[in-house]
C-alpha cells in the first residue's frame, strides 16, 4: 500500500511547484490539479509530442501532471473559487503556486482561508522573504540563491544550469514540507501554513559547494572564482570524443596517482609534498595538465571502467539519448511504458524515484484537461449533474467528455 493513500490534495501549483504534487501522486495521494480552462503553462511549455503544439501535447505537462485528475475552470470567475472552497473539506493539504493569479491570492489569503477551512493545511511559495509577492522566473531565483556565482569561470559570463534547477528545488521542498505537515495532522488534526522560499531552497545546492567554512579553509578570496572554488576543472574530453567528469577526490588520491604513474609514466605526485591538500589545491594547474593527458589515453566508457576498478571518481557526461539507453537503467526497470488515452498512444516515462520492498510505484498518465471535472465535484464538493451542466454551459467549467479514466 503506498504511503499517502487516502491523503488528498488540492494542487494550485504552477511550474515552480508542479513537480511537488507530481511526487505526493506518487506516493498514493489523490491529487486535484485545479488548472484554467483554457490550459496553464505547463501545458503550454515546449516541447511537445511529435512537435506538434496542443494542451494535451507538452512533455512537461505530461511528466509533471501524471497520476493527478484536473478540474479546469474559468480562473476569471468568481463562483470558480467558490467551487474550490467547497472542495476544501475534502482535501487535507493544498499547494499553492509560486506566480499566483489574482484569483488564487485572495483564495489563499490568511483571512479568506482561515474562514473556509481549520482542517485544511497550506503548502505556500514565494520568491523570497522579504518580498513575498515579488515575482520571479526559475533564472532569477538560480541567481538570488547563489548558484550562478558558482557556474563557470570568472573571465566567462555564468553558466544556467540546465532543468529548470531552481523549480525543482522549491518543488522538493514543498513536497518535503507537505509530508511533514501531514504527519503533524495525523496527530494534531488541525491545518497550518508552511511558506516555502525559492530564494533558500536554491540555497540548499548552492551550499553543496561553497559555504563561508569552504572559503577559510582553504584562503581562497571570496571573489567569484566559479569552478575554480571547487578545486579546478573537473570536466574532460575522452579519447574518441566523449566527455567524462573526473574529480581527484581526496580519499583517492593515491589510486589517481598510481593510474597516472602507470599509464603516463609520469610520478610526479609521488613525490611527498603532493600529499598535503592544500598543496595540491595551490598546484591544481599541474593536475588538471596530467587529468586531461590521461584522459585521452581512453575513450569515455574505457575510462569510466578503468577508473571504477580503480576506485577513481569518473563518471561518463551522457547526452539525452546516452541515458535513455543505458543498459544499467534499462535493467534497473527506471523507464515505463504509459498509454496516453487522449494521444491515442504510449509514452515512455521514468518512473517515480521512490523504491521500497513495501511497495511498488507504476506511473500514471496525465489528465486531459477537464477530464474529471464532472466526478470532482459532484462526488467531492456535493454539487448536483443539472449544476454542473450549468457551468459548463455558462463556460465557468470545462467538463471533457469521452476520455477514459485513469
Known amino acids: 500500500m503506498l504511503p499517502l493513500r487516502g491523503t488528498r490534495v488540492l494542487d494550485l501549483s504552477d511550474e515552480a511547484t508542479v513537480l511537488a504534487s507530481r511526487l505526493l501522486a506518487d506516493l498514493g495521494a489523490d491529487v486535484i490539479r485545479v488548472e484554467e480552462a483554457v490550459g ?11 512537435g506538434t503544439l496542443g494542451v494535451e501535447r507538452a512533455l512537461a505537462h505530461l511528466l509533471y501532471n501524471a497520476g493527478k485528475r484536473s478540474l479546469a475552470l474559468d480562473f476569471e470567475n468568481p463562483d470558480s473559487w467558490r467551487l474550490v472552497a467547497r ?42 522573504r522579504n518580498a513575498p509577492l515579488e515575482r520571479a522566473t526559475d533564472l532569477i531565483g538560480t541567481a538570488a540563491g547563489g548558484l550562478l556565482y558558482l557556474n563557470g569561470y ?28 501531514l504527519l503533524e495532522q495525523s496527530v494534531s488534526g488541525v491545518g497550518g501554513r508552511i511558506t516555502i522560499c525559492m530564494q533558500e531552497a536554491v540555497m540548499w545546492t548552492t551550499i553543496q559547494s561553497a559555504n563561508e567554512n569552504y572559503w577559510y579553509w582553504h584562503r581562497t578570496r571570496q571573489e567569484r572564482q566559479g569552478l575554480a572554488n571547487l578545486g579546478g576543472q573537473t570536466i574532460f574530453e575522452a579519447a574518441s570524443g566523449g566527455w567524462v567528469s573526473l574529480y581527484q577526490h581526496p580519499p583517492a588520491w593515491r589510486a589517481f596517482v598510481s593510474w597516472v604513474a602507470e599509464t ?57 539519448a546516452d541515458i535513455a539507453s543505458d543498459p544499467h537503467l534499462r ?26 520492498t513495501e511497495y511498488e510505484i507504476r506511473v500514471h498518465r496525465a489528465p486531459a484537461l477537464g477530464e474529471h471535472s464532472r466526478e470532482v465535484l459532484t462526488q467531492l464538493a456535493g454539487v448536483e449533474e443539472i449544476e454542473v451542466d450549468r457551468l459548463v454551459a455558462a463556460g465557468i467549467l470545462l467538463a471533457t467528455e469521452g476520455v477514459k479514466g485513469q
Open 264 to 320: 603516463l609514466d609520469d610520478h610526479r605526485f609521488e613525490d611527498p609534498e603532493w600529499e598535503d591538500e592544500i598543496y595540491r589545491l595551490r598546484h591544481r594547474d599541474q593536475i588538471m595538465d596530467v587529468t586531461t593527458k590521461l584522459c585521452e589515453t581512453l575513450d569515455r566508457d574505457s575510462l569510466v571502467s578503468e577508473g571504477q576498478r580503480r576506485g577513481v571518481l569518473v563518471v561518463p557526461v551522457q547526452s539525452v
Open 154 to 181: 570568472r573571465e566567462d559570463p555564468p553558466n544556467h544550469p540546465a532543468g529548470q534547477l531552481a523549480y525543482k528545488q522549491v518543488s522538493l521542498a514543498a513536497a518535503l514540507a507537505s509530508v511533514s505537515m
Open 331 to 356: 535493467a534497473r526497470g527506471f523507464f515505463q511504458d504509459v498509454m496516453i488515452e487522449q494521444l491515442a498512444r504510449g509514452i515512455e516515462m521514468y518512473r517515480p524515484p521512490f523504491v521500497s
Open 40 to 50: 496553464d503553462g505547463v501545458r503550454r511549455r515546449p516541447p511537445y509530442v511529435d
Open 87 to 128: 472542495l476544501l473539506s475534502a482535501c487535507d493539504i493544498v499547494v499553492a503556486p509560486l506566480e499566483k493569479h489574482p484569483g488564487v491570492a485572495a483564495f489563499l489569503s490568511p483571512e479568506n482561508f482561515e474562514q473556509l477551512s481549520r482542517r485544511t493545511g497550506i503548502v505556500d511559495c514565494v520568491f523570497r
